[in-house]
């Protein structure tokens, strides 16, 4: 439990490279060359601007579920359920956009942004409430919350608030004055095609706030006394069940803003299943990132790379699909779980102290 | 004949050599004391025999023939049972079940004979008159019958060496006697017997021959006969032992902690029975008993862990009772829990963080907008660093990977610096070495003088005797008796402990205590 | 020390629970295949008892409603009310089973009022319907699906029982013993090899 | 709407209880070792996916389900390797196997068949069994008429993993491995070898249940065929305080929910959304009533490091 400095940086790294070798040995299973499968996954992903400019699109969304697990992990809570906290928040927040009709941006925007949060939040508390008042295991609860959540969502994308005149499952677009600017605004050189928002620096915003939170001021402090034990915490005279709901508010929230960057950055509008699947991604994100803010972000960077790689795996190769981000997330939190394993690998190499 | 001939065992855990080149040996049929403070690896030792650990030199021979023994298995197969201080039993199973656990009488296809293997227990049980009803659940039984279940267990192995670590530090006096009456009856039937033990009265009364180790070592070894409590202890600790401790005498101001008739129910069982009490400053009131009898609940009531069913707890005439563990802190009670891993510190947090805990949230540690003030804190752990001499001295060092001693002081020099007027302290000295326990013993005084109120709960009768002004001696949720410094001696105590309730009562009238005493 | 015996009990399990599943399995549903594929079109939805996970499959969440009564009901599953009784023995008989599920399913209507409104009612004319035309294949396409059952439980019991017995038979070897749990149990997954390795495991520990 | 409470609501109840069973009694194994195994799910939808390939592929149902039981064993031996071998934690490795489930089969089907969410049907179920005396008898045959074998195995496990917990001496060591290993170690049981046994045989039982609803049930994989049933199953596991009975129980009372929320679409003028959601809703509610009286092995989660 209490690693040399070099572990805190070299597990991680190497628990993605095994990873990569499995995820090799299932891309040779499946009759690719693995080493090509990697080169298409990296080419277009950070050997060209355009594809950095990309990867930081797809870090966005993951920076966001990386933080919200990390926090919940933080307070000894486990947070599957950002998947569902995200679509709520996403439909919350397209629908209180298309709903302020006509007000300025000043006031759209800012509202949206907090209705993201709240959203998520109250999502996510649900489950952190039922743990803290009935000892209800959070990660089940979490999950049943995700597909209560689906349905949720996909009724009223179905139903009452679809787009006349599509197929899509798509709701109406939200008003420009809740739309936030693409960075080509800020900075021209960028190419106009490129969908990266500023809810990438509110991202990395949302990682300088945690950080703050958990490690400068005495809610964090309580929050991760929390985490580490219940006991200490009460006989400390924490109150555990507070900062349970707490943590799980906060996670539910950090969750709910992946809506900034998706609903009122990019799509400007809620698309049914437009999320795939980054809520499950957040937790390898968190585990590899050590659940501290940086990590997340080089974690999310990581996974953005790759699943900006992975759509070109369809068009490259007719035996693979970019479900293999899947598989190699999956294998990811396995090893990063299992860091004994590396801890002993790494014991014949000597670490500096 | 020996039974058990140890030659120059050698075993070493990272930095610290446990045993250096210790030799033992035990005739056969005898009862062999083994006796040394705690840390001085005579436990380790033991576990060496029994195949626990593996010695790093030295070799082993059982009547007479050498034997490699490498795990448990191994030396169940050569006779040797071993009772742990910590009952290896499984609570919610029946004695049945634990005792067969790991060679089951099975039919062919692994269906357990339930019926046979009680039968034999039943036979062994009566052989020994050791009364255990194999159906029982062990979680039902009490702590000195689970004891004899562990030795069932290895007898029912036919054990013919039986090793015993510290088995009296959980019993009551006259369960000791029982106790060393099973003993005897043991070595009549032939079994020789190890007892590992540091409290050297029942060392004189049950043993043969003495074996004393001090840190490591073997520091000598000789038949019971000739020992004194006098001789052994010096051998123990190396030097006149002091336990008495420079105790100015105190005057007692007013009253600071007045309990009446506190009632506690956890679950379905009352734990806590109309315990009334008073405490006044500068006054150390020591809370004797055995382990479960209430003494935990009365001190998480106390300090706002637990809420109380009915009653009143008074705090310099304020009622206090039920309120939150913060709120009670805010009044300047300060607490030293028992199970320091469990609620003393956080393992992965500094010695800085763990020694703000409880008080972090208010100044000088959080300012206003409640952001941490790490100068401040910074200089307030190095403060606390030097003056409880807590090693190594650091403050950004997470405590979990400090010794026992030095957690413990990490959690007191937390307590007793927020200028406490009423100290609530649980066990303060479990498992830490004497240093540190002399040293937190003159702090808790020194504490005293500033005329500070202190409750000392402890199941170490030597440490309440030599810190406490007057003590409360708790046996099954009440209190049943109090005794004053001057009137304090071991056997009235003992007594009481077992509710045996002496007739010749030496509590002052005027005080109260629990109706329990006067029935 | 036990081990032989363990191994003979094990055997005997095996052997009766072998029995009594074939004995089970005589008055099997008898085109199975047919209800397989008449349902089958609606399967990859059937099962989602609800949205999914991961969006991808999400689309499927409605077509779920009720398949449940729709396989009970599948016309097959009627016409097996009559004959599956006395097919125990002469199953390959077609004569006798054609015309008694003829019989059965003229009065049946009784018995089927009763199972449930919805769904039996359009079911004898469907089931005549099938009858007549290809009986002949249904039931030479039915020998040919019990055969299929019969092998596979067959294999499936067999590979159960044989895993269970050469765990319980090397448990107290030597090298099952000294053998890391992790490989241990992987011989036990792959019991086959195990017993190739059984001659080199002879050794016992008491 | 009430015609939908009929016998045939109990009848396809009990059908859609049984993949609930098989998770549950896994999940009963494994928790009783110490183990906690939240990758049930996970388990099941691999042995769907292995249960629907083998079938196809060989043309006979009873070869999936043997592959799909071999390989739930192997993918819960992997959650074990990581949480018994090397301590990891037991929640997150288990979600490792679980997220390894969402891709894994994705990937394979469609390098077999161009398809990442659904594999063909198989060209034969597992049979139907009727058993002949009931089957003529009217409320009994609609009752107990006609289930998939695995029905019938299933609530057969249930007796059969009372009798291999509780009255054998494998049970007998499983269960202390789960409440004191250390205690169970000195008494010279091979803690981690205990733990291995219960891991492997919940991923069998799990994977199991996983081609039930691949081959038995339904008749092709489809993704996320689980649709959160193994988490489902340690609800009712919960529910059923760890002990075989209860959670039979506390299955099919799932089940018969699920059936319900099946049936009953369309009848009522809710949208159909919403109807699903009462299976999920009414697992929340389970947990948040009983959880705080169901008897957890005192080990249970607590990884293990062996002596020496």
Redesign the interface.
Same mark, same amino acid.
């Given at each position: 439990m209490f690693l040399k400095k070099a572990e805190i940086f070299l597990l991680p790294v190497v628990s993605v490279f095994a990873a990569m070798l499995v995820g090799a040995v299932l891309i040779f299973a499946v009759g690719e060359n693995p080493l090509a499968v990697y080169w298409i996954f990296f080419k277009n992903s950070i050997f060209s601007l355009n594809g950095i400019g990309y990867t930081l699109f797809y870090a966005t969304p993951l920076i966001f579920t990386g933080l919200s697990v990390a926090f919940g992990f933080r307070c000894g809570l486990f947070n599957i359920g950002a998947e569902g906290q995200l679509y709520i928040a996403a439909m919350a927040v397209t629908l209180t956009a298309i709903s302020l009709d006509g007000w300025s941006a000043w006031v759209v925007i800012p509202v949206c942004l907090v209705v993201s949060f709240i959203a998520g939040g109250i999502w996510g508390g649900i489950p952190g409430l039922l743990k803290a008042r009935f000892g209800g295991h959070e990660v089940i609860n979490t999950i049943m919350m995700n597909m209560i959540a689906f349905s949720l969502v996909n009724y009223l994308v179905v139903g009452p608030f679809h787009r006349q005149g599509t197929q899509i499952l798509e709701t109406d677009f939200i008003p420009l004055a809740a739309r936030i600017p693409r960075i080509h605004a800020l900075i021209p050189i960028i190419p106009k095609t490129l969908p990266l928002n500023m809810g990438f620096v509110i991202a990395l915003l949302a990682c300088l706030v945690t950080y703050l939170v958990l490690w400068k001021t005495r809610w964090g402090y309580e929050i991760r006394a929390v985490g580490i034990s219940n006991s200490v915490s009460r006989y400390a005279g924490i109150n555990v069940n507070k900062n349970m709901v707490m943590a799980m508010f906060i996670a539910g929230g950090c969750a709910g803003m992946v809506a900034i960057s998706e609903v009122m950055g990019y799509r400007y509008t809620f698309h049914d299943s437009f999320s795939s699947g980054v809520g499950f991604i957040g937790i390898a994100v968190a585990l590899l990132g050590r659940n501290h803010p940086v990590g997340v972000i080089l974690a999310a960077l990581l996974f953005g790379a790759l699943i900006r790689g992975s759509l070109f795996l369809d068009l490259n190769f007719d035996h693979l699909s970019k479900d293999l981000v899947m598989v190699l997330q999956g294998v990811i939190v396995l090893f990063v779980a299992t860091d004994k394993l590396f801890k002993k690998l790494l014991g014949f190499i000597k670490l500096p102290q | 004949m020996l039974a058990v001939r140890l030659k120059q065992i050698t075993k070493r855990f990272a930095q610290t050599l446990a045993n250096d080149a210790v030799d033992i040996n035990v005739r056969q049929e005898t009862i062999h004391a083994i006796i040394g403070e705690n840390g001085a690896g005579k436990s380790t030792i033991m576990e060496i025999l029994y195949g626990f650990y593996q010695a790093d030199a030295g070799e082993i021979e059982l009547f007479g023939e050498k034997k490699k023994i490498i795990n448990p298995q191994d030396a169940i197969r050569n006779g040797i049972g071993m009772v742990h201080q910590h009952f290896m039993l499984i609570p919610p199973m029946t004695v049945t079940e634990n005792i067969i656990l790991g060679l089951e009488p099975v039919s062919r296809s692994g269906v357990l004979h339930l019926a046979q293997a009680e039968e034999k227990i039943r036979k062994l049980s009566d052989e020994y008159g050791l009364q255990i009803d194999p159906r029982i659940e062990v979680e039902n039984l009490s702590v000195g019958l689970q004891q004899r279940v562990e030795i069932l267990k290895a007898l029912y192995r036919d054990a013919r060496i039986l090793i015993l670590d510290e088995p009296t530090a959980v019993l009551t006096p006259p369960e000791v006697g029982e106790f060393f009456q099973i003993l005897r009856r043991l070595k009549a039937q032939g079994k020789t017997i190890i007892i590992i033990t540091h409290k050297l009265e029942e060392v004189l009364e049950i043993s043969d021959d003495v074996t004393v180790m001090r840190n490591g070592r073997k520091v000598g070894e000789l038949p019971t006969s000739e020992a004194t409590a006098n001789i052994l202890a010096n051998m123990m600790v190396g030097r006149e032992v002091l336990f008495e401790l420079d105790k100015q005498p105190v005057v007692p101001g007013e009253t600071v902690l007045r309990v009446e008739n506190l009632c506690v129910t956890v679950g379905n069982k009352p734990r806590l029975k109309n315990v009334s009490f008073d405490l006044k400053e500068g006054e150390i009131l020591g809370i004797a008993g055995v382990e479960g009898n209430g003494q935990t609940e009365l001190v998480e009531v106390l300090t706002g862990l637990r809420r109380l069913d009915t009653g009143t707890v008074w705090y310099q005439g304020e009622d206090i009772s039920n309120l939150s563990a913060r709120k009670i802190r805010e009044h300047q009670i300060a607490h030293i829990p028992a199970d320091r891993k469990a609620h003393g510190f956080l393992s992965s947090y500094s010695n800085a963080e763990n020694q703000i805990l409880g008080f972090h949230y208010r100044a000088p540690f959080c300012r206003k907008n409640g952001f941490l003030n790490f100068a401040s804190i910074r200089s307030y752990a190095e403060e606390l660093v030097k003056k409880f001499d807590i090693r190594p001295p650091l403050t950004d060092i997470a405590t979990g990977t400090l010794s026992g001693g030095n957690q413990q002081k990490v959690i007191v020099s937390r307590e007793f610096s927020q200028h406490p007027r009423l100290l609530i302290i649980a066990q303060p000295t479990r498992g830490i070495d004497i240093g540190a326990i002399e040293f937190i013993h003159q702090q808790i005084l020194d504490l005293r003088s500033e005329k500070v109120a202190v409750l000392l709960v402890s199941a170490e009768l030597e440490e309440i005797r030599s810190l406490s002004d007057r003590t409360l001696v708790m046996f099954e949720g009440e209190v049943v008796g109090e005794i004053t410094a001057e009137a304090f001696d071991m056997e009235t105590v003992g007594m009481l402990m077992t509710g045996h309730i002496e007739t010749r009562s030496t509590r002052e009238p005027d005080l109260k205590s629990g109706p329990g005493a006067d029935s | 020390m036990?081990t032989r015996? /363990?191994a003979?009990?094990?055997f005997l399990?095996g052997v009766t629970l072998l029995l009594s599943a074939v004995a089970?399995?005589l008055? @099997?549903?008898q085109t199975?295949?047919q209800?397989?594929?008449s349902? +089958?079109a609606g399967?990859?939805?059937? @099962?989602? +008892?609800?949205? @999914? /996970?991961?969006?991808? +499959?999400?689309g499927?969440?409605?077509s /779920? @409603?009720?398949?449940?009564?729709a396989t009970?009901e599948t016309p097959a599953?009627q016409e097996?009310?009559g004959d599956?009784?006395l097919s125990?023995e002469n199953w390959e008989d077609e004569k006798s089973s054609k015309d008694v599920t003829e019989k059965e399913a003229a009065s049946d209507l009784s018995?089927e009022s009763?199972?449930?409104?919805g769904s039996a009612k359009n079911v004898p004319e469907k089931e005549d319907g099938l009858q007549m035309m290809k009986q002949e294949e249904i039931d030479k396409l039915d020998s040919r699906?019990r055969l299929?059952?019969l092998? +596979?439980?067959a294999?499936?019991i067999g590979?159960?029982l044989g895993g269970v017995l050469t765990a319980?038979a090397t448990r107290n070897r030597k090298l099952a013993v000294s053998l890391p749990?992790?490989l241990?149990?992987?011989l036990? /997954?792959f019991w086959p090899l195990e017993l190739i390795l059984l001659p080199f495991m002879r050794a016992r520990i008491? | 709407m009430w015609e939908v409470l009929d016998l045939e609501l109990i009848a396809s109840g009990l059908r859609l209880s049984t993949p609930l069973i098989l998770a549950a009694l896994g999940g009963l194994f494994s928790e009783r070792a110490g183990v906690v195994n939240i990758a049930l799910d996970g388990i099941m939808i691999f042995g769907a996916f292995t249960g629907a390939v083998v079938a196809y592929e060989t043309g006979n149902p009873w070869f999936g389900l043997l592959a799909a039981m071999l390989l739930g064993g192997l993918v819960a031996h992997i959650h074990g390797i990581a949480s018994i071998r090397y301590q990891a934690d037991q929640v997150v490795s288990g979600t490792a196997i679980n997220l390894l489930a969402i891709g894994v089969p994705a990937v394979l089907s469609n390098a077999l068949y161009n398809s990442t969410t659904v594999t063909p049907n198989i060209q034969l179920m597992l049979p139907i069994i009727r058993i002949p005396v009931i089957s003529s008898i009217p409320i009994l045959s609609t009752l107990l008429g006609k289930y998939s074998v695995l029905v019938f195995f299933a609530f057969a496990m249930v007796p059969l993993s009372w009798f291999v917990i509780f009255k054998t001496s494998f049970g007998l060591r499983l269960r202390s491995v789960g409440e004191n290993p250390e205690a169970a170690e000195t008494a010279g049981i091979n803690v981690y070898l205990m733990r291995y046994y219960a891991v492997w045989i919940s991923g069998l039982l799990a994977g199991l249940g996983g081609a039930f609803l691949s081959i038995a049930h339904g008749s092709s994989f489809v993704h996320n065929i689980s649709a959160g049933r193994g988490f489902i199953a340690l609800a009712a596991l919960i529910f059923g305080r760890y002990t075989p009975k209860l959670t039979l129980l506390g299955c099919m009372m799932f089940g018969i929910a699920d059936a319900f929320q099946i049936r009953i679409q369309g009848v009522i003028p809710i949208p159909g959304q919403f109807i699903q959601m009462f299976p999920y809703v009414l697992t929340m509610i389970v947990l948040a009533g009983l959880i705080g009286r169901a008897q957890v092995p005192a080990a249970d989660g607590i990884p293990y490091a062996q002596a020496k």
């Open positions: - | - | 036990v015996k /363990t003979h009990v094990c399990m089970a399995l008055p @099997v549903e199975a295949a209800q397989s594929r349902s +089958g399967s990859p939805a059937r @099962v989602e +008892g609800a949205p @999914v /996970t991961i969006p991808a +499959g999400k499927d969440d409605l /779920t @409603v009720n398949w449940d009564d009970d599953s097996k009310t599956s009784d125990k018995k009763w199972e449930d409104e699906e299929i059952h092998s +596979g439980f294999l499936f590979y159960i319980f749990p992790e241990l149990i992987l036990h /997954t008491r | -």
